[in-house]
């Protein structure tokens, strides 16, 4: 049986409020909840009751973020636990209504293979029991486990400044990089009166390890041919992305790998060259008939290595071999 309650002199179906449990406040704060409004009016009473039909709807979509109070899943729907009856203000109260979805969510409710046992959209713990077909309470109701409102914008402000500062650094350490070369190309240690370059660095409170990783990728970036492709990645990945890939497939390979997080490109990298299958180069000596004389590994990272060979050849088992230099008889 439906029960009524006024406010204000509107008299208004009652809250669904399940055995043992009561409201958190007072009724009048349920049309105050900032979470109704754009902008919370100065009699937020009157103003919702001042509101047609769609306004009412739309001001409970905004608490919900538009989204089901039951799984999270996005969704405009509206459903009244209790029905309006002649006098539609009677229902349209912010107690008497939530976000559903239309696919599924809303049938079963509206043909009472579910019913909402208990509502309070104010309480965000345990304000929203629903008794399932079953006849059980439904667990994990995303009202009741949702985070904190007063969280959310800043978890987002952090993230934001995490994401920039992220995209700052990898700036900031190929710009590094490139002014390392250079430090190294006009032997800045001999210039400055220092003993090495890497005691330079030390003086200068650099990182030593980082910085020999910089120099590393930048160079083997330039010797690959994408220097500034290569500023899309951090070092790091770089450096996993110039060793295991082919000339011929590295720029669109550094633009697939730009956007993907660390675990996507792990396994990226992993199903199309493998965990441990390395770019490797073989440098071949040939005599004047064209047999092999010599053939050894030499570095990928090192262009100066295998020079002297006639025949230097690269790559690995899952992507292929390809000839670098000079040619291979068919």
């Avoid at 965000?124 to 007063?150: A, F, T, Y």
Wanted: some cysteine; proline content about 4%; overall charge negative.
């Amino acid at each position: 049986m439906i029960e009524f309650v006024k406010v204000r002199g509107h008299e208004v179906v009652a809250p669904i409020i399940g055995k043992g449990r009561e409201l958190t406040h007072p009724l009048e704060d349920y049309f105050a909840d900032p979470t109704l409004w754009e902008t919370v009016p100065p009699d937020p009473v009157e103003a919702w009751f001042a509101l047609n039909e769609q306004g009412r709807k739309e001001c409970i979509r905004r608490r919900h973020d538009e989204t089901s109070a039951i799984t999270n899943n996005k969704t405009r729907t509206v459903h009244e636990i209790y029905t309006r009856g002649a006098n539609r203000s009677m229902a349209l109260v912010p107690w008497n209504q939530m976000c559903v979805c239309d696919d599924g969510e809303h049938g079963h409710l509206q043909e009472h293979r579910w019913t909402v046992y208990h509502w309070d959209p104010l309480d965000r713990k345990d304000g929203l029991i629903v008794i399932g077909s079953d006849g059980h309470p439904m667990e994990k109701l995303w009202w009741n486990i949702q985070p904190d409102r007063s969280l959310v914008a800043e978890c987002h402000e952090d993230y934001s400044w995490l994401r920039d500062w992220a995209l700052q650094r990898r700036g900031r350490e190929w710009e590094a990089a490139v002014r390392l070369l250079r430090l190294k190309a006009n032997e800045a240690d001999a210039v400055l009166g220092e003993q090495s370059h890497k005691s330079m660095l030390s003086g200068a409170g650099v990182d030593t390890a980082l910085a020999t990783r910089l120099e590393k990728s930048l160079d083997l970036a330039i010797e690959r041919g994408v220097s500034a492709e290569i500023v899309q990645l951090d070092p790091e990945r770089a450096v996993k992305i110039l060793k295991k890939v082919p000339a011929d497939h590295l720029k669109d390979a550094i633009t697939d790998v730009a956007g993907m997080s660390h675990a996507d490109f792990i396994k990226w990298l992993h199903e199309n060259y493998g965990t441990l299958s390395n770019i490797k180069r073989l440098a071949v000596t040939l005599d004047d008939g064209g047999g092999v004389v010599q053939a050894y590994e030499v570095e990928p990272d090192d262009p100066t290595q295998g020079m002297d060979a006639d025949v230097v050849i690269e790559g690995n088992m899952r992507s292929g071999m390809r000839v670098v230099k000079g040619r291979v008889k068919e």
